[in-house]
């Protein structure tokens, strides 16, 4: 069974920095395209970034792209989120899914995810 399990979320003042990150299990990682996904509360699914196998293609939601970094490491079977500026509308529960992704597709294996809320 595929294992995703997040961590690194907490609470920030606006403009502060977060590193979320994923450890994944039960699956060969290193083959695998991976991918953040976000929900705000009273909100649906939002598409924030994936990440090739590799990690030499990456993809960013027009509302995170020069704020949001992308990662993973192989060797460690990890993936990760660098948050940075954060605003109070990135407020979320910050979810890793296994495959890639878009604004018009959301991987349906994803993990419990990791609270973040920015608020000063």
């Known amino acids: 069974e595929v294992q995703l399990v997040e961590s690194g979320g907490g609470l920030v003042q606006p403009g502060g920095s977060l590193r979320l990150s994923c450890a994944a299990s039960?699956?060969?990682?290193?083959?695998?395209?991976m991918t953040w996904v976000r929900q705000a509360p009273g909100k649906g699914l939002e598409w924030v970034s994936s990440?090739?196998?590799?990690?030499?293609?990456?993809a960013y939601a027009d509302s995170v792209k020069g704020r949001f970094t992308i990662s993973r490491d192989n060797a460690k079977n990890t993936l990760y989120l660098q948050l940075n500026s954060l605003k109070t509308e990135d407020t979320a529960r910050y979810y890793c899914a296994m495959g890639g992704g878009s604004s018009t597709w959301i991987p349906p294996v994803r993990g419990q995810g990791t609270q973040v809320t920015v608020s000063s």
């Open positions: 990440i090739s196998p590799s990690g030499a293609d990456t």
């Open positions: 039960a699956f060969t990682f290193k083959y695998s395209a």
